[in-house]
């Protein structure tokens, strides 16, 4: 008899298996409860700027209907170039050093794989817990996750002795998400450094997702690991529309990466991600040209951020992090039960549903993301609920 799943590779046989998890359990609930579990701005509220609306009719009327070049529309990436100059003084040319993506969730697979060698199993140290894409994607394509353990105590920060400890001579490459999701740690400049250091002693390719570069909190200012001595020549940066600009939607994300890595991925872009919609394009044009809104997005996350450790600080047996940016808490929930345990008793008594730690290897956790919602109070009340509902938790009244 067929055997499709004999067929497949085995690294990708077990995503055919049925999964009894929190994912499946949170997938068969759609529309349901209140949804605290997408890292999507403001969902499911209309927040795109007229302006960029207008950018969106003006490109369907005209070109729209059309290619762009399959590493993006020309003025777009050199609008990137100018933002990374901006924003973090790195010195690129958006013809030389951009690649513009239909999101960035692709990129990880786009950005690794030209970097593992066939036939000796290459090594990819990420620290933990990170986004799933950073330790889940490297064994899809021959590649070994080699996670190194961040701790609450620490804040998350990245102990480096860790990473000195898991070093071997298949390691070729470090990944890292900075924020980071789910932690909501912001790296500083010293730890970015150290982290620079190692990389550069054990001569490593690093690779750096900024996707919520646009969302750091005041007091945690944001460095890109690129702009460090001799780290721009083996760096490739991930940015996104989707986090700061709110503009999931869209899918239009875009790589940055030094000249040699940027022609190798301009020419094999056609082959991993096709051409982004020139439609989205004409519309994150006309956002990165305008941004000023994404300041008001900043200050409303800074916002929530504190009105929810204030109702964190009265939960009784749940500990966190205060996140540095992100707009997303990382909580410790572990007294109550596994994450897929309080994920389900969260649905039936509070109405809902935050995303269980185990996405991030992590049963201990829950991440409730505060971004959802365009109205404060609306996105507020949800947490009361989940706050509430822990209160009176069996456990508590025992
Ligand atoms: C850390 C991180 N990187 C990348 C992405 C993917 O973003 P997109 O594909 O929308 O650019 C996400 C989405 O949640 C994320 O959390």
Redesign the pocket.
Known sequence: MFNAIEKMNPAFRPFAAPAGDVMTFQMGLKGRPAEMNW?DPFRPDDCIPEHVKQAVIDCLNTTGGHYTFPTGDNDLRVEVAKRAKKLYGLEIDGYKNVVISP???NLFAFTMRPFFTDGEASEVMMPMPS?A?NFVVPPLFGGISVGVPTYAEDGFDLRIEEFEKRVTPRTKMVVI?NPN?PTGTVYSRETLQKLADFVIQHDLIMVV?Q??EDTVYDGSPMTNIATLPGMQERTIV?G?L??GFAM?GF?V?YVIAPEEIARMLQSISVFFLGAPNTIAQAGALAALRNDGFIEEYRQEYMARAKAIAAMLDETPHVSYVMPQGGFFFWINTSWYGTDQEVVEYLVQEAGVLVSGGSMCADSDHIRLIFGALKDREACLNNVRKIVEALKRHPKNNA
Do not use: P
Request: aromatic letters at 16%; proline letters at 0%; glycine letters at 6%.
């Open positions: 890292a999101g960035s969730d986004y894409h998400t999701n997702d996707a919520f991930f996104s989707s986090k999931c899918r994300a």
